[in-house]
């Protein structure tokens, strides 16, 4: 007999379990710092935000992989 497989739905974790921050980099100036992750956006995301050393726009990213861990990464965001 197969067995089927597992729904994804059980494999995901539960946004409400996530960090409330993540570290990246800034793309400009290289300063690590911890970015809050927003629920309410969704689980996959992008806005900008202001480096707070050197105030340049970041466009920050936050995607869920198939199993639900979150991952942060910033771009330049002056185009």
């Not at 996530?18 to 290289?30: I, K, M, N, Q, V």
């Not at 480096?51 to 991952?71: A, F, I, K, N, Q």
């Amino acid at each position: 007999m197969e067995k089927k497989p597992k729904s994804s739905r059980l494999r995901l974790k539960d946004a409400a379990f996530w960090p409330p921050s993540l570290p990246a980099a800034c793309p400009f100036c290289g300063e690590t710092t911890d970015v809050a992750i927003d629920l309410s956006g969704g689980r996959n995301q992008s806005y900008v935000e202001d480096c707070v050393e050197c105030c340049r726009p970041s466009l920050v990213h936050l995607h869920t992989d198939e199993m639900g861990d979150p991952s942060l990464w910033l771009e330049r965001g002056d185009g």
